[in-house]
């Protein structure tokens, strides 16, 4: 006969479910959506621009609006592969991220009960590592960075099955792994699939069973991540090769490491603007805006490590150690010299991601703790028992300082611990029973409450109300001057700091929607795509466009010589300059104000005499890159009337045309340029759009090669006459690694069929 009770575990999965819905309950309660830093920076604008890539029939591989377009399906960020993204076809945005918050906060706590059981954790210890890690701080802090979100939900998924039982079909567990590990790749996160891999491969090595068989378990989970996500890593490796992605300077990579006076705030529950003020360097705006696990967590980590399971335990405790080591980045030998002994951390950037793994593998730990501590608590062990409460101890040397306000909470968690311990020890078998939940509860209450404002919210309406700027921007190509480009560059030309793109306002109060309001005025680049602004030069914030890109936009955002930078617009066929400031735009006339919330009102300006997105030339001239890029940087050359080809190209005819040339764009897709052109001569199609080997080209149904024309954008040769000029984004390889992925899934899906089958009812 059936109870009619729910299960442990639903009770579990629903407790999980409350909180991940408390982190979210201003969107779902009060109209509210998400919306800080790269949220607004970058996701709205490419999820418009794959929604009007699918609605469109294209292919969704190139994005057109960032910069002077840029890849889509080879931006891991952009998640095409990631079965998630689709529902952006059906659902509003802020719906969207809403749903997909909860659900992979969902998905991370509920993995982290699996994984610390298979780990061996008791059901309640498990659950206490799914609540700890679904409201630890470094986990949260990823509220506003979805593709790392994304990944880390399935990082405890993919511990789970590394070192899940293998005494009944091995395979499957193997194939359990190897999918998360694809999943997180789908998601965008490579960095976050390598560490997982890394640290869920370390965890199956260490487990008790035959090496070769633990050997053999992780190359079949490696192979089946590599096929199932195929079709993401393929485009993007192949890009990142081209626009030098694989080496990354150190400079880049290092940006955000963890300042080591950062670590206090794991501990400590006060926000970061605070904890720079115990920093040796000036305060940087973080990455994770959050470290905080707790006093609970940590203690019992401690203790896990101390008396769980010798080898799983002190696997852990390493493998959290080194993770923590790593995210310091240049604070320690260990960055350096595993970036030069392993080339593929080079194209990873910033080190404090990984205190994302190392919160979940403490979790992981504390559940091992908390039950060694209510073993403790029986067996009346007075030092096991108190060692909860020993990370209290270096929070003392803070006493002095200016955060000494914070450590009341920790004080009286400590203080639970001790009165919770002392109770059981004297012979209260009551007390032993119910230590364990009660310090569980409190220590999520903790972290529910230091973290109930991590993640700020705004009104819907500032998405859905288009503002003013929008409209001058729509279709058009635009510059928009990024006051962040350079450090002390606000300051010089406004006289005053730009606004953050970080509010650490709580969700839905008044500062939070000022912020928002005033980060929606003004489109920093490159979220003008949202509106379906065609980008130019500017910060490459992904790493995704080439190094003359890089260098040609410092020189038009910081150029003194004002006729130089109207020259650089003029040939990248710049229409509009967006900007707060007059000195040095004065060559573009008189500029159109708008309404804005900053003290100076919105400038647009129209460029006179700019090049069309797509024209003819009649003479080309083969130059190498360095060549090409002095002729650029000093503006000699005739605009409209001839184009620098990169090496390997042939040079055109010297005449040029005797009459203007007529280039018509007759139809356009995301994926697909179709032109109509009347040459009076031998020329070259020439379009204002990012070159990438991606786009191939055929004129009147003949192929011909798309060169680099003036370093970034595309050339094609067309004879003389009438001509129909079509070109085409293809990937190269696509084909192959999205039937690779496909099968992958499909053989994915009939194992996990095959295994529902044969479980017991």
Known sequence: MSSSWPSGRTLAG??????????????????????LRDLHLQWFGQVESFVHAVAEGAWPVWDPFPSFGQPMLANPNTQVLYPFTWLNLVLRPWTFYTLYFVAHLLIAGTGAVAAARCLGASPLAALGAG???????????????????????????????????????AWRSALGWGAAIGLMVLAGSPDMALLGGLASGALCLSREAPFGARLARAALAALYALALSAGQWWPALDWARIVGRLDLPPAVRLYWSVDPAALWQSLLPVPWERMADLAATAPREPFLLSLYVGLPTLGLALLGGLRGHRR????????????????????????????????????????????????????????????????????????????????????????????????????????????????????????????????????????????????????????????????????RRSFVFDYQAQPGLAERLLGRPFPLLLAVSGPGDLAATRAAMALRSYPVPPMAAAWRGRGAWGRDLLGLQPRHFNRLSGLVILTQDAGLRLWLLQLAGVERVVALHGVGLEPLGTPRGLPGPFSEAIRVYDVPRSLPRAYAVGRAEVLPDEQAELRLATGRLELGRETLLAPGARPGPPGGFPSPAEVRLVAERADRLDF?????????????????????????????????????????????????????????????????????????????????RDRPA
């Open 14 to 35: 629903a407790g999980l479910l409350v909180l991940a819905l408390f982190f979210a309950r201003e969107p779902l309660l009060h109209g509210q959506t998400f919306f």
């Open 312 to 475: 799983t335990a002190l696997t852990l405790a390493a493998l959290a150690v080194l993770a923590v080591l790593l995210s310091l980045g240049a604070g320690t030998p260990l960055y350096g010299w595993l970036s030069e002994t392993l080339p593929v951390l080079r194209p990873l950037r910033f080190p404090a991601k990984a205190l994302v793994p190392a919160a979940c593998l403490l979790c992981l730990l504390a559940a091992l703790g908390l039950d060694a501590w209510r073993e403790a608590l029986a067996q009346r062990r007075w030092r096991d028992a108190l060692v909860p409460a020993l990370p209290l101890l270096p929070l003392l040397l803070l006493a002095g300082t200016s955060v000494a306000g914070a450590l009341a909470r920790p004080l009286l968690l400590a203080a639970l611990v001790a009165a919770v311990a002392a109770r059981a020890l004297i012979g209260s078998p009551r007390a032993a029973l119910l230590a364990p939940g009660a310090l569980l509860t409190a220590a999520v209450v903790d972290l529910a409450l230091a973290h109930a404002t991590l993640n700020p919210t705004a009104p819907r309406a500032l998405l859905a109300v288009e503002p003013p700027v929008a409209r001058e921007l729509r279709d």
């Open 676 to 756: 109509e052109l009347d040459l009076p001569a031998d020329g070259w199609l020439v379009v204002n759009d990012l070159w990438s080997p991606d786009w191939v080209a055929r004129v009147d149904g003949r192929a011909v090669k798309v060169e680099r024309a003036n370093l970034l954008f595309r050339a094609i040769p067309v004879p003389a006459g009438r001509h129909r000029a079509l070109l085409l984004c293809r990937p190269r390889g696509l084909l192959s690694a999205l039937a690779l992925s496909a099968g992958a899934a499909l053989a994915g899906l009939a194992a996990a069929l095959r295994a529902s």
């Open 131 to 169: 609540a700890l890690w679904l409201a630890s701080g470094p986990l949260l802090s990823l509220g506003n960075l979805w593709n790392h979100l994304g990944a880390a939900a399935w990082l405890p998924w993919a511990i789970a099955a590394a070192v899940a039982p293998t005494r009944h079909a």
